[in-house]
C-alpha cells in the first residue's frame, strides 16, 4: 500500500468518525422521541413498538446519510486500486452491466426487479472486459385465505456479471448452467420451470471431462461449435476458476463474446461504517476481490489469440 | 381393457427405442460428416501454405511434396473413410513438421501473411479436434444404446454393431504452447 493510499484513508477515516458520531446522537434522538410518544401510551407493547420504530427511521435515515462517505471511499480507494491493478482499467461506483446485458445472455429468466453497481470496464492486454455487482429479482405476488395479497421480492441471481471478449469466433450460442440435478433439489422449483424455457434454446452437450460433467450442464445450438469452445484446455480452465470462486457460476457463449455470472454472496466494495477504516488487512481484502475478479483473463488464457479473432 | 393396454404400451415402447436407435445412428454419420467439412476447410489451407513458404523453404521440399500429395490422395472420392482419417492423421503430422522447420527461417516466422495463415490452421484444427470429439460422443452414445438393455434386443435385431470411436492424434490432446508457436 503506498503512502498515499494511507494518507487518503486517514482523511477517510475522519470522515466516517464524523458520520459515526451524527448517527449516534440521531440514533439517541430518535429512541428518546418515540419512546417518549410510545410512553405517553403506557403500554409495553408501544414502547417495544417505539423502539422498533425508531430502528426503522435510523436504518433509512444511516443510507442517506453514509452517501457521501461511501462515494468518496470508493471513488478515492476503490478507484485507485483498480488502476494499480492496470491503468487501462476504469472503475465506475453507479454504473453497472445493464438489464438488457444481463437478459441478452440468457442465463436466467427475465427478472422484475434490476441493481447493479461498481462497474469495472477497460482492456486487459488483448481482452476487453466490463464487469459489475448485479442484484436480479423476481416478484412473486401471493394471496391468502383472508383475500390479502402479498408481494415480495425472490433474488433471482447476485454476484459478479462479466461481459469478456472471447478470443475465438463463433457465431452460435453454448451455455454452461450449474449442474441440473442440484437445481433440481434446490428449493426454486418455480424458477426451474422458467428456466425450462432457456434450455430449450439447444441441446445437451455431453463432454468427455468427468470432473467438468460433474460440476455442470452444457447447452448449446452446435454441438461442435460447443467442444471448438469447450476445448480440454478451457474445461479444465473453467474448472479451476469455479474452485476459486466458491459460488456457483453461469456461463454463456454469444456473438464471440462470453457472458460469465459468479454468484457472491456479499455487497462488494462497500467500505465499514462501524469500524475503523485502518484495520491492516481491510485493503488487502478489497485488493484480493478485484484480483480475482481481473484475473478471470489470465485464467482462461483469454490474452492467447493465435486464433483468426485478433 | 387391460388386454388391450399392455399390448399397447409394448409396441409404443418398441417405436420410441427404434426411433432412438435410428437417431443415435443417424447422429453418428451426421457428426463424421462434420468432421468432413473441417477437414475440407484444412485441404483449402494447403496450397496457400505451400505457395507461401516453397520458395522461401528451399531445403524442406520433400515435406511440401509429401502433403501435396498426401491432400491429393484425402481429397480423392475413391479414399475409404478409414483411408481418409489416416491420410488425414499424416497431413496432421506434416503439418506439426513444417511448422517446426519454419523455426529456421525468422523472416518466415515474422512475416504478417505467414502469422495469418498460422492462426487459420490454428482454427482449423481446434474445428476438427472439436469434430473429432462430437463423432466420439455420438458413438458412445450408439454404443450405449446397441448394448443396455433393452435397446440391445432390438439393436440385434436391427444388425447394429459396435462403432469405433476415433483415436485422438497425441498431438491434438496436448495443449498449444503459445510461447512456441510465436518464438520470434
Known sequence: MTSEMNETLRELEALRQALVKKLTITLIVLIVLFSGVALSFQSPFAIIGGLIFSFFI?????????????AEFKSRIIGSLVKSINTDLNYHPKRSISEREFEHAGLFQRPDRFKGEDLVEGQIEKTSLRFSEVH???????????????????????????????????????????????NLFGKFGQA????????KKGELVKLENVHFEKEFAVYSTNQIEARYILSPSMMERLLSYKNRSRGRIWVAFHDSQMSLAMEV??????????????????ISEYQNDLEFATDIVEELNLNTRIWTKE | ???????????????????????????????FSSIDVMLKKRYDLIPNLVSTLQQM???????????????????????????????????????????VAVENYPDIKSSSNFEQLQRSLNEVEEQISAARRTFNSAVTDFNNGIEMFPSSILANMMGYSRKEVLEIPQAERENPNVKDLFKS
Not at chain 2, 71 to 90: G, K, V
Open chain 1, 136 to 182: 436480479a429479482e423476481d416478484r412473486r405476488t401471493s394471496t391468502n385465505s383472508k383475500g390479502h395479497t402479498t408481494t415480495k421480492y425472490v433474488t433471482i441471481f447476485r454476484g459478479l456479471f462479466f461481459q469478456i471478449d472471447f478470443h475465438k469466433n463463433f457465431s452460435h450460442e453454448t451455455r454452461i448452467f450449474p449442474d441440473i440435478a442440484e
Open chain 1, 58 to 70: 435510523f436504518g433509512l435515515l444511516q443510507k442517506g446519510s453514509a452517501s457521501g462517505y461511501v
Open chain 1, 265 to 282: 454472496n456479499k455487497n462488494l466494495f462497500e467500505p465499514p461504517i462501524w469500524s475503523s477504516l485502518l484495520k491492516t488487512d481491510l
Open chain 2, 1 to 31: 381393457m387391460i388386454y388391450l393396454i399392455i399390448p399397447a404400451v409394448f409396441i409404443v415402447l418398441i417405436i420410441l427405442i427404434y426411433n432412438g436407435l435410428i437417431g443415435k445412428k443417424n447422429q453418428v454419420e451426421y457428426a
Open chain 1, 192 to 199: 426451474l420451470q422458467k428456466m425450462g424455457d432457456i434450455f
Open chain 2, 57 to 99: 523453404m528451399e531445403h524442406e521440399k520433400d515435406i511440401f511434396t509429401s502433403i501435396t500429395e498426401l491432400r491429393t490422395r484425402a481429397m480423392s472420392p475413391s479414399a475409404s473413410n478409414e483411408e481418409r482419417i489416416d491420410l488425414n492423421n499424416q497431413i496432421t503430422r506434416s503439418l506439426g513438421s513444417i511448422m
